[in-house]
């Protein structure tokens, strides 16, 4: 049975050579954003599914500190991974605890969908109980441009699309890494360094951010603080649910989802032909891409083997681990097993 999902066929589509690539290796290294939002949605999964959210971001935060030290995060020469990490998790500490806060749902893996007699498309979103569909996405910002880039891309659109199924698309915005460190709103509070009680909030009452005089107290380096009372104080102040937002995308007319249903059976075919060798069965003897190398995010990961002097043999570098069996790039399926994607930048 020959398989294929928004992942692959979007890699197939950006270059031929990232996809070959990716069906027989992955990075030994996880890009930290990658490692954080995969453990975020093992954690909200979870949480859906009637676990304790304390419990599931603590399941989630010894994932991402496990991984870290066992796989290694991708990171600039000189930054400290072990400082980030604790700024990824404190991430992870308050999040699942606010996401419980909201109505979830029950959710599991969608089922695959027959494109041909041997070939299917993998439903990356969840189910719930009614069979819509629902994909977590952790963003940078939200703003209205990222929201239809994401509603425009195979995850969505094919999804949606081949199953026709309606999706609820939910966003969250995680803030972004500088200089070294994880800035996000969810571990950025605020106080008053003339009173002593150390009181902190998240914004005025107004709904204003807090200027001025007001200094950031980050949770990350805070030994003391509470987590249960900081999420839940990002909640009461009505913060928490500014960092989210809930997008219902509707199902195109029948004529739209017939025609994208046949681009993507015979794209299917070519990504099958490529796999089997019958076009080449060299990866480098594909032409590069070099308008995707620097991605729309971030750069591809396979850079140090296809701008190599000399053809490269990705089994004897460290730098590439080749792909297990039944390692799945989905949203994610039930969170043990998966292991998704390290390069993509959501
Ligand atoms: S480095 Fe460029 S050419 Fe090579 S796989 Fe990545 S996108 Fe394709």
Not at 89 to 103: E, F, G, M, S
Not at 205 to 222: N, P, V
Not at 250 to 266: F, G, H, I
Not at 305 to 316: E, I
Request: net charge neutral; glycine share 4%; hydrophobic share 40%.
């Amino acid at each position: 049975m020959f398989v294929i999902d928004a992942a692959s066929l979007t890699k197939f589509q950006t270059c031929r050579r990232l996809y070959l690539l990716s069906t027989a290796y992955h990075p030994r290294k996880w890009r930290p954003r990658s490692l954080l939002s995969a453990c975020l949605r093992d954690a909200i999964y979870q949480v859906s599914n009637g676990a304790d959210p304390v419990l599931a971001a603590k399941d989630a935060r010894l994932r991402f500190m496990q991984t870290a030290a066992d796989a290694g995060l991708d990171m600039p020469p000189g930054g400290d991974p072990y400082r980030l990490a604790k700024d990824c998790c404190a991430i992870i500490d308050v999040i699942p605890r606010c996401v419980a806060k909201l109505i979830l749902l029950t959710m599991q893996p969608a089922p695959d969908l027959e494109l041909e007699f041997d070939t299917h498309w993998r439903t990356l979103a969840w189910a719930d109980d009614s069979s819509a569909l629902h994909r977590w996405v952790f963003v940078d910002r939200i703003d209205p441009e990222r929201i239809e880039s994401e509603g425009h891309s195979w995850y969505v659109a094919g999804d949606v699309m081949l199953s026709r199924t309606p999706m609820t698309l939910h966003f969250v915005e995680l803030g972004q890494i500088r200089k070294g460190r994880m800035r996000s709103p969810w571990t950025q509070a605020y106080y008053l360094p003339a009173l002593r009680n150390g009181d902190y909030h998240f914004r005025a009452k107004s709904g204003a951010a807090l200027k001025g005089q007001w200094e950031t107290r980050y949770l990350a380096d805070d030994t003391h603080a509470d987590v249960n009372e900081w999420a839940g104080r990002a909640w009461t102040e009505g913060a928490a649910v500014t960092w989210m937002q809930h997008v219902n995308v509707t199902v195109p007319s029948e004529d739209a989802c017939a025609a994208t249903t046949q681009m993507v059976r015979n794209e299917a075919r070519d990504m099958r032909r490529a796999v089997d060798g019958q076009w080449s069965r060299e990866w480098h003897q594909y032409p590069m891409a070099r308008a995707a190398c620097d991605g729309p995010f971030l750069p591809c990961v396979f850079q140090p083997a296809c701008y190599a002097p000399s053809v490269v043999n990705l089994s004897t570098i460290p730098l590439y681990v080749p792909r297990g069996h039944g390692t799945i790039n989905q949203q994610l399926a039930p969170p043990s097993a998966t292991q998704p994607e390290r390069e993509v930048s959501a």
